[in-house]
């Protein structure tokens, strides 16, 4: 079973950046698809980006293209989350996940993300 610790949230202006990092241990990091989900408050969690387990597939919520970039290491066993041009809308928790081949699942504690306007 894989365990995932985010990092990388905090507090930044509107236009500004962060990145996220989700460190993996335990399970087949290597081999799994990954993605970065968020809940605002009062909303329900939503897709945000994936990435299949050589960094070659990506996928994006209409939201964020063009704007967030998914990316992994798996020398690092971490996959990453550039987010650019933030919104005040982009204000969530932010969680990876691991897709094991039917759903999401071994959800981290999630990193807090708010965007000032």
């Known amino acids: 079973q894989v365990q995932l610790v985010e990092s990388g949230g905090g507090l930044v202006q509107a236009g500004g950046s962060l990145r996220l990092s989700c460190a993996a241990s335990g399970g087949t990091f290597s081999t799994s698809t990954m993605g970065w989900f968020r809940q605002a408050p009062g909303k329900e969690r939503e897709f945000v980006s994936a990435v299949g387990w050589s960094g070659g597939s990506r996928n994006y919520a209409s939201s964020v293209k063009a704007r967030f970039t998914i990316s992994r290491e798996n020398a690092k066993n971490t996959v990453y989350l550039q987010m650019n041009s933030l919104k005040p809308e982009d204000t969530a928790v932010y969680y990876c996940?691991?897709?094991?081949?039917?759903?999401?699942?071994?959800w981290g504690q999630g990193t807090q993300v708010t965007v000032s306007s």
């Open positions: 996940a691991v897709y094991n081949g039917r759903d999401w699942g071994s």
